[in-house]
């Protein structure tokens, strides 16, 4: 789950904004960036169905995700793991090992989201518009500091202000792609849908860290 965990406005300005840390943010880049990060802030809650390929250059292995979130809470279902955030706890559960711990969140945290790029790229990449792939815009994000990625690259519908597609490549070259295969927005959610209900888990180990 590492790498799971490790992977979410106004008027164009011509220029290059600058950063600590020697970090640069490419205006253009930043106009979509933040046009789309206004968008999903926008809204009661999200819903994406997604795929997750990785692999060594190429995509070998592909497992299907479902991704729930509200302003403060998150679902994820990927690969027989569901984690939960309540607002208040993270729920890890795993049912393949029938292990659930529950923590306190610190700050540091990342779900396997969709958006997590999406607000990160103000911290720590040099962030750069990398042209067009059909209609969609293609931005580039490279960190800052080497800590295991080469660069991200996130696919925007720009018209709809959406994320379709990221491809995150690491310096070994093994790399990982979140495709967007279904996206619903403001939807009738049971609260149930992010509830920890530990009597549907009662053969589980759980640990509360």
Do not use: C, H, W
């Amino acid at each position: 789950m590492k790498l799971l965990n490790k992977i979410l406005l106004g008027t164009l300005v011509v220029g290059t904004f600058t950063f600590s840390n020697a970090q640069k943010i490419d205006a253009k880049a930043k106009t979509i960036l933040d046009a789309v990060s206004a968008n999903y802030k926008a809204k009661k809650n999200m819903y994406f169905k997604f795929s997750y390929g990785t692999g060594r250059g190429t995509v070998s292995k592909t497992e299907t995700g479902i991704f729930y979130s509200t302003p403060t809470q998150y679902k994820l279902n990927i690969m027989g793991n569901e984690q939960i955030f309540d607002g208040k706890k993270v729920y890890n559960i795993s049912k393949e090992d029938q292990e659930i711990t529950i923590a306190k969140p610190n700050g540091n945290e990342k779900a396997l989201s969709p958006t997590n790029y999406i607000d990160d790229y103000r911290n720590g990449y040099t962030v750069t518009y990398a042209g067009k792939s059909g209609a969609l815009d293609l931005i580039k994000m490279v960190p800052v500091k080497d800590e295991g990625i080469k660069n991200v690259v996130l696919y925007i519908n720009s018209a709809k202000k959406q994320v379709s597609k990221i491809v995150q490549t690491s310096a070994g070259d093994d790399i990982a792609v979140i495709t967007i295969a279904e996206y619903k927005e403001n939807q009738n959610l049971n609260n149930s849908v992010f509830t920890f209900d530990k009597n549907k888990y009662k053969n589980y180990l759980i640990t509360e860290l």
